[in-house]
């Protein structure tokens, strides 16, 4: 599995959220007991600025204890730094410890300087809009019983309005005892869109709707 180094350092959340840019989960393309020891080792929501990483976490934590059941073995991370690369190598071999004031007050102006050029940067990254992330949905939305209306049932979810949220085609699918369930996309962007505040708007129609199922999760 992917060494992130520490999840809680914003450098661990960073590689992970680099990891989730075109991803939905750690390995493979579904759910794994990899992305439950992420999740533990994270411990917590990612900041925004990390929208790849706090997409991919309210995802897994939607399945609740369903996590348990998830395909493969779950090994525990150790939180510990990522290995140093090359880079940081050829740093150690330039500095001479035995060096004269003159290489001191140098070495400091040049940090100085490094610093005032990566802060520069930094804000012009800051400044640059980049791609939006976006995610397809396919929601299982399941009713009371066979009476229930499921034109209006479909209706009512899609009264559901997000800012980020667009809905998509939608179809009746067999459940069990002559009861349908209703299969609808939508795409979201993920900075906006929580999968949570999502199906708790729809579980306010409780006289149409008895629960919603996430049925596929996406990156777009």
């Keep these: 599995m992917t060494n992130f180094g520490n999840l809680k350092s914003d ?11 075109d991803k939905s989960y750690i390995e493979g393309f579904s759910p794994s007991q990899a992305d ?12 925004e600025k990390f929208a790849h990483a706090l997409r991919w976490y309210k995802h897994i934590t939607s399945f ?16 510990a730094p990522a290995p140093a690369n090359d880079d940081d190598n050829d740093d ?14 140098e070495s400091a102006e040049a940090a100085r300087v490094r610093e005032e050029r990566l802060a520069a940067y930094a804000a012009k990254k800051a400044a640059k809009p980049g791609p939006i992330a976006r995610s397809q949905i396919l929601l299982d939305v ?4 066979d009476e ?6 479909e209706k009512k979810v899609r009264t559901v309005t997000m800012d980020g949220l667009v809905w998509g085609a939608s179809k009746l699918n ?13 795409t979201v962007e993920d900075a906006k869109v929580s999968v949570d505040d999502l199906t708790e708007k729809i579980q306010d ?3 149409f709707v008895q629960s919603v199922d996430v049925a596929a999760f996406n990156k777009v």
């Excluded at 035995?98 to 290489?103: P, Q, Y």
């Design 92 to 105: 150690d071999e330039d500095v001479d410890l035995f060096g004269s004031d003159d290489d001191e007050e």
């Design 142 to 145: 399941k009713p009371w019983d």
């Design 174 to 186: 067999p459940l069990a005892y002559g009861i349908m369930k209703l299969s609808i996309l939508c």
């Design 205 to 207: 129609y409780e006289d």
């Design 148 to 153: 229930t209306d499921m034109k209006e049932l």
């Design 64 to 79: 609740g204890n369903e996590k348990s059941k998830f395909p493969g073995v779950k090994k525990p991370l150790t939180n």
């Design 36 to 47: 439950v020891s992420v999740f533990e080792g994270i411990g917590k929501a990612p900041a």
């Design 11 to 21: 450098v661990g959340v960073k590689a992970l959220n680099d990891h989730l840019g």
